[in-house]
């Protein structure tokens, strides 16, 4: 049974920093790429960061600079350093796996997903 699980999240004040974590399970790791996704409060849930061991990393536009993703393949792990917190980052913060094995930022590449973890950046 495939699974992603998201942890990381929380309260912090804007300028502050979270690590979150996706741990996967149930499926050959290297083959896929690892996407994180954020939704905010009545928006639609955007591509944030994407990974893959053949198509290295990318990053939207607002997450350039301040954010970055890494993998530990052994762990099955990927990371989303955030550093430079806004408001605007709050939402909820989702992991996919694209079979595919492209970093791509479009969330019908994905083909499973994780519950989610909560961020909130206070003003």
């Known amino acids: 049974e495939v699974q992603l699980v998201e942890s990381g999240g929380g309260l912090v004040q804007a300028g502050g920093s979270l690590r979150l974590s996706c741990v996967a399970s149930g499926f050959t790791f290297d083959d896929y790429a690892i996407g994180w996704f954020h939704q905010a409060p009545g928006r639609e849930r955007e591509g944030v960061s994407s990974i893959s061991v053949d198509d290295g990393s990318t990053y939207a536009d607002s997450v350039k600079g301040r954010f970055t993703i890494s993998s530990d393949n052994a762990k099955k792990t990927v990371y989303l350093q955030m550093n430079s917190l806004k408001p605007e980052d709050t939402g909820v913060y989702y992991c996919?796996?694209?079979?595919?094995?492209?970093?791509?930022?479009?969330?019908?590449?994905?083909?499973?997903w994780g519950q989610g973890t909560q961020v909130t950046v206070s003003s």
């Open positions: 996919a796996a694209d079979l595919t094995g492209i970093a791509a930022l479009e969330e019908c590449e994905y083909d499973y």
